[in-house]
């Protein structure tokens, strides 16, 4: 009888384990609880092997408990530690998601990787450690809560009272431990295996992401053969395993990209680039700006100080009299963030989203924008703050993207520009380095050539808490005292008006050395920002107003899942603006869709270049276009946002309603591009460089 009740209180804490581990791996990939990604629709088979995979993988560590204990309250002790430490696993997993938008895969480790550029991220994480964690889910403690519970009202003093009772005594220990393991690592395999088998010759056999492999596998069951094809396989395929027909069908298909004229994947009509604006800026300089985390509604924003209202961006307001101005404009960027964007807009293509780029996808003679302007006698330089050798700049910026050179903090140390009482956030401010870019435009004029400059800022990157060296030439934007607005958005808007006074700085620096005239400058947001800004700016709709248009279509939004789908909006969406200080027409602004791989082709029409491939389109034609996020896989079209995933969709105004068909059909095309545009870049479609490193 004692044995029995031994038996079953076992029994009932093993279930209770399993069946709390399960929950929180599916709630892991519940959109509720992680909201940024979009869950795919699960399928019956989905369900059903995501279960098994989950249940194999608990029923292995079930069973090495079994094993390596002999008593069944160690084994209780065990269960509770195993579970504080997936629960751990989860919430880790939830602040990532919450800061990236997408969920992790072991690819995303290859910036630690890098021996390098590993200490700059390592330092970074450190610096925003406590903005990081605010984006992570508690709820996901609360399977250790409840067993720890149980343990101690229910089972400890039994186990204290029979310190050897033992479900699994003597050879059965062994026995059982060692089939539940055996069954643990087979079921984990066939859900593994199933998942492969059912996948193949389907869109997912090349392009399924973490969240999907989780879905269709098991949360935990999926991270482990993921990390295994992570340390032992080959990182790109060899090109002898590669399918010659892929290949062919690929090399063909590309060939229809080298000249403008192109049939439209929406309409089917033939479209070219607008030939109105052709050659409009044929001869001049140009600084392309890459502006660190900057989202499209800080651009024209007004928040209320002292009962006025103040103007976040008062210098880039006044340029969009003089600009062409993209208002309805994406990022399209994957986890490499900064230097995907860096990639997508100096090439037109996508960057594939779970991969860094910059470390597997570079070793190839892409066609470029710098390569375009060098062609036509320019000098062409990259800037950055940091340190050349973080994303291989130095390396790739020169060999890849074909610029004469890349300056770096090493650089800058040289030239007298790094001062380190004026660093921001540990680097050479926006502020400094937009000033030698102006000199640097300057020096190359005198030299009777043209220039192509572009610089990356670095300043308005988080952590967005007080930093005293924004302030060295400008005044604060809230007063100390200000307290209408907390940290980390007050800080956010701090960093973007610093940025807004650096573009000012830059204009009157280009004016004094008399370059102004002659130099256009343009500017884009690399990727916004992580951070939740939606509810704290809806919180008092009097605070804010937007001079260019409204926020958003919010309290709809915010009906409608949540928020989530007007979030993800928000954090996708930044500005594309190309300023001509001789301009003397009314401002340009172009309301259609358009995102970063548009920059490239729209650049060298607006002065004329030859290009090889035309990647993207004009974006100052008419031709419809849909835009997607490699992070989040949502396909923006219109005022419309669909997410290729799970199917739901956002209408921002009600003005276009596309049916269920219609957006099927969307879906399936954006799969389309994905798959092209992934294999160009993973079959080694273009000619790989020659083998030649920066010193």
Not at 97 to 119: C, K, P
Not at 413 to 437: A, P
Not at 537 to 566: C, I, P, T, W
Not at 671 to 681: H, R, S, V, Y
């Amino acid at each position: 009888m004692e044995k029995r009740i031994y038996r079953n209180k076992f029994t009932v804490f093993s279930l209770v384990f399993f069946v709390l581990n399960i929950a929180n791996s599916f709630l892991s990939t519940w959109t509720k609880i992680n909201a940024l990604p979009s869950a795919y629709f699960r399928d019956t088979f989905m369900v059903l092997n995501s279960i098994l995979g989950d249940v194999a993988f608990f029923a292995f560590f079930f069973g090495l408990g079994i094993i390596l204990f002999k008593s069944d309250n160690a084994r209780y002790r065990y269960m509770i530690v195993m579970t504080a430490f997936f629960c751990f696993l989860h919430y880790a997993l939830s602040i990532y998601v919450s800061n990236y938008g997408m969920f992790f895969s072991f690819w995303n480790l290859d910036v630690f990787a890098q021996s390098e550029g590993a200490s700059e991220s390592f330092i970074f994480v450190l610096k925003s450690f406590f903005i990081i964690i605010r984006g992570g889910r508690p709820i996901f403690f609360i399977p250790i809560i409840i067993l720890t519970i149980m343990y101690y009202r229910k089972y400890r003093r039994l186990g204290e009272e029979a310190t050897f009772s033992s479900t699994f005594p003597g050879i059965r220990r062994w026995l059982g431990g060692l089939l539940i393991v055996f069954l643990g690592i087979f079921f984990m395999g066939a859900s593994f295996v199933s998942y492969k088998e059912v996948n193949k010759g389907t869109w997912y056999e090349d392009n399924a992401s973490a969240l999907y492999g989780a879905e269709s596998t098991g949360l935990f069951n999926y991270y482990v053969f993921e990390s295994v094809d992570y340390l032992f396989s080959k990182q790109i395929p060899e090109d002898d395993n590669l399918n010659e027909e892929k290949i062919l069908a690929l090399q063909e298909r590309l060939e229809k990209y080298k000249g403008p004229n192109q049939k439209n994947i929406l309409d089917g009509q033939v479209y070219g680039d607008n030939l109105e604006y052709k050659g409009l800026y044929e001869g001049k300089n140009l600084i392309l700006i890459q502006a660190e985390s900057l989202n499209e509604f800080a651009i024209g924003l007004e928040v209320l100080v002292d009962g006025d209202y103040k103007e976040v961006t008062p210098n880039i307001n006044k340029m969009t009299e003089k600009s062409i101005y993209f208002t309805n404009f994406y990022t399209a960027v994957g986890i490499g963030n900064t230097s995907d964007s860096e990639f997508t807009v100096l090439t037109g293509l996508y960057p594939t989203g779970n991969k860094y780029t910059v470390f597997h996808h570079v070793n190839a003679d892409y066609p470029t924008l710098p390569e375009a302007f060098k062609k036509e006698g320019y000098v062409v330089k990259s800037y950055h703050a940091n340190v050349g050798y973080y994303y291989d700049r130095k390396n790739v910026h020169v060999n890849t993207y074909n610029f004469d050179e890349h300056i770096s903090e090493e650089n800058l140390k040289e030239l007298g520009v790094y001062n380190q009482d004026k660093l921001v956030h540990g680097w050479v401010s926006d502020l400094d380095l937009l000033r030698y870019v102006a000199q640097d435009v300057k020096a190359t004029n005198d030299q009777g050539k043209k220039f192509f400059g572009m610089p990356i800022t670095i300043s308005t990157h988080m952590p967005y808490e007080e930093e005293i060296n924004l302030y060295l030439e400008k005044d604060r934007f809230f007063g100390e005292d200000y307290t209408a607005i907390k940290y980390p958005l007050l800080g956010y808007l701090e960093h973007i008006n610093y940025f807004d006074f650096c573009i000012g700085e830059l204009i009157k620096e280009l004016e004094t050395l008399g370059v102004l005239d002659n130099t256009i400058i343009a500017f884009y947001g690399d990727h916004g920002n992580s951070l939740n800004f939606l509810e704290p700016m809806l919180a008092d709709s009097n605070l804010f107003r937007n001079k260019f248009r409204e926020l958003y279509e919010v309290e709809q939004g915010l009906k409608d899942l949540d928020g989530h789908v007007v979030q993800r909006t928000l954090l996708s969406r930044v500005p594309f603006m190309i300023y001509d200080h001789t301009r003397r027409e009314e401002p340009l602004f172009q309301n259609n869709v358009r995102n970063t791989t548009v920059i490239s082709r729209t650049i060298t029409n607006l002065f004329d270049l030859t290009q090889e491939y035309y990647f993207g389109i004009d974006g100052l034609s008419d031709q419809p276009f849909f835009a997607y996020c490699p992070r989040s896989n949502n396909i923006f079209i219109e005022d419309m946002v669909i997410s290729s995933q799970s199917g739901e969709y956002f209408d921002g105004d009600g003005d276009i309603n596309y049916n269920q068909y219609e957006r099927s059909v969307i879906i399936n095309n954006y799969k389309q591009l994905k798959d092209f545009n992934d294999k160009l870049l993973e079959y080694h479609i273009f000619p790989a460089l020659e083998e030649e490193q920066e010193e």
